[in-house]
């Protein structure tokens, strides 16, 4: 079962600053979800069908993408966005997650 | 308020068996697909294991085939896995979560139980 892959890894942003995380997708014609986890606690749905904010998440979160690249951005980094964010591919079995990105604030 | 509360885990010996179970609240349980998802300590999120909204369809990750058993009880709005043979690769967290069939997404998930298989 593969893990998509998602850069960067590990990154660092200071407040204010704008963030792209990027997913490669196995396959084209899907949609990309989102989920953000932090320490210690469960994954909650973030961005769902590529660009659709979960409810609660604030307007500075955006999703794009198309074929088999797709990208999670953050207008303006503030500190509660310091998590992990895992991309995760829609449509068929085995459902597919990304490597993970963890974001730390600066 | 939708709300997935697993329980169930703990620590169990290698080829042994432990089943989860998800009680789930807040929403028409009988309407959803639902699923398994395991992260390993300081590990990604993994597909473990789906199930149909009524119980007649089931799908899992190669790793888990022929070993654990998801399942529900619709009446109980209880969701559960049947782990065996259980292998000390199989140590994780391992969450609930109420699977968005028409897109596929995760939309709702559980704090997670953590099973150690460990000798």
């Known amino acids: 079962d593969n893990v998509l892959p998602q850069s960067p890894t590990t990154m660092a942003a200071s407040p204010g600053e704008k963030v792209t995380i990027t997913c490669h997708a196995s396959s084209s014609g899907i949609y990309m979800n989102w989920h953000q986890q932090k320490s210690g606690t469960s994954p909650k749905l973030w961005i769902y069908?590529?660009?659709k904010l979960a409810s609660g998440v604030p307007d500075r979160f955006s999703g794009s993408g198309s074929g088999t690249s797709y990208s999670l951005t953050i207008n303006t980094m503030e500190t509660e966005d310091a998590a992990t964010y895992y991309c995760q591919q829609c449509c068929s079995t085995p459902l597919t997650f990304g490597s993970g990105t963890k974001l730390e604030i600066k | 308020e939708v709300q997935l509360v697993e329980s169930g885990g703990g620590l169990v010996q290698p080829g042994r068996s432990m089943k989860l179970s998800c009680a789930a609240s807040?929403?028409?349980?009988?309407?959803?697909?639902m699923a398994w998802v395991c992260q390993a300590p300081k590990k990604g999120l993994e597909w473990v294991a789906t199930i149909s909204y009524d119980g007649s369809s089931t799908y899992y990750r190669d790793s888990v085939k022929g070993r654990f058993t998801i399942s529900r009880d619709n009446a109980k709005s209880t969701l559960y896995l049947q782990m065996d043979s259980l292998r000390s690769e199989d140590t994780a967290t391992y969450y609930c979560?109420?699977?968005?069939?028409?897109?596929?997404?995760?939309?709702?998930w559980g704090p997670g139980t953590m099973v150690t298989v460990s000798s």
């Open positions: 979560a109420r699977l968005e069939k028409l897109d596929w997404y995760f939309d709702f």
């Open positions: 069908d590529t660009s």
């Open positions: 807040g929403f028409t349980f009988n309407n959803y697909d």
